[in-house]
């Protein structure tokens, strides 16, 4: 957070002086490495045992044993990253930027509701790591924890899928003006891939925690490939809702290929409670989504509070929580 900050204060001073995009980009690069000097000061002052001048010492075995780990992580951020970027330069280099520029209007709604996902899950993985290693034969923790902080997490996100879905027009002509119209559609498709996404990213790191980052990999591999190939298909028929739509396609596939192996090897999930928790979120959800569509006329600033209140009235009603639940929710959500 205040890496961010600082990054925005002193990008703002730059472009103030009248500095150009050089000067953003060594603002960039100075707030990594001032944070990597808080980390290092942090560890050896907390953390770590400090390590004196003249002891430094080159161990060979310990190098050889970091890079062999590290590897597969190193492999898995190659595949996220093009996983996630090679939509917009293959859109841009089959369409040109007009459709670019519509594709990426919806997409930084999508960005937003990723954030809280990927805020939610870096909280939980310390936790439920903790959990694995620790694990007491009797109650296990870490299924307990990986299975309601999914059942958190998508009680958060889905209302967010539906609320930004219906009323994609609106959010549209208030952030870009009538000229974007055209993301509506796009919007529409895109922001459910939020919901795949955000189981896709409590099993990712299950699989980590509990020693599996190799199976991670794999379907990062595959991933990645399958949307190459889907982009490229579909946006050479569809243009950017094609992309829109292999964007949804390539997160299911990646869900697809998670959830046979952590099922069985991970997470055991009780198929009863499973369905009977999935039909009670979606009635809940249904009536969120009856509001948006019986009251379009009511200004969107009073519209969205009063239909997550409906939602969450909904989940009261329906005893989606237990008491457990709440406790293990208000604990993961500090």
């Known amino acids: ?64 044993r970091i890079v062999g780990q590290a590897r597969v992580f190193a492999l898995t951020m190659i595949c996220v990253t093009i996983y996630w970027k090679v939509d917009i330069s293959i859109l841009s ?4 930027m007009d459709d670019v520029g519509l594709y990426s209007a919806a997409y930084r709604f999508l960005m937003l509701a ?37 059942q958190v997490l998508l009680v958060l996100i889905l209302p967010v899928a539906v609320m930004l879905s219906l009323l994609a027009p609106q ?6 003006g009538d000229a974007f119209m055209e993301a509506v559609p796009v919007l529409r498709i895109l922001i459910w891939v939020v919901v795949p996404y955000a189981a896709s990213q409590i099993f990712a790191y299950a699989l980590v925690a509990s ?31 094609g992309a829109a739509w292999a964007a949804l396609g390539a997160i299911f596939i990646y869900v697809a290929l998670q959830a046979p192996f952590v099922f069985r090897h991970v997470i055991k999930f009780e198929s009863k409670p499973l369905w009977r928790g999935g039909l009670k979120l979606l009635a809940a959800a249904a009536c969120m ?9 009511i200004q969107i600033w009073f519209l969205m509070p009063l239909a ?11 005893r989606l929580f237990s008491k457990q639940d709440w406790a293990l929710a208000t604990r993961l959500l500090k």
């Open 171 to 176: 959010l549209i002509a208030l952030i870009y």
């Open 289 to 297: 989504a009856t509001v948006l569509a019986l009251f379009p006329g």
């Open 93 to 96: 280099k089959m369409r040109g």
């Open 1 to 64: 957070v205040l890496e961010n900050a600082l990054r925005v204060l002193f990008s703002l001073i730059a472009l103030w002086q009248g500095f150009g995009l050089l000067a953003l980009v060594w603002v960039f690069v100075a707030c990594r490495f001032a944070r990597a000097g808080f980390y290092y000061w942090y560890l050896q002052r907390h953390t770590a045992k400090p390590v004196h001048a003249g002891r430094f010492h080159f161990d060979p075995a310990f190098a050889r």
């Open 308 to 318: 997550f209140f409906i939602y969450l009235l909904a989940l009261l009603v329906v």
């Open 211 to 241: 020693n599996n980052q190799r199976y991670d990999l794999f379907v990062n591999a595959v991933s990645m490939a399958a949307s190459i190939v889907l982009n490229v298909l579909m946006i050479q028929r569809f243009g950017y809702l």
């Open 114 to 150: 990723m954030v809280v996902v990927d805020s939610f899950v870096n909280s939980l993985f310390p936790i439920i790591s903790h959990y694995y290693h620790a694990a007491n034969p009797a109650v296990n923790q870490f299924e307990l924890a990986c299975k309601k902080g999914l």
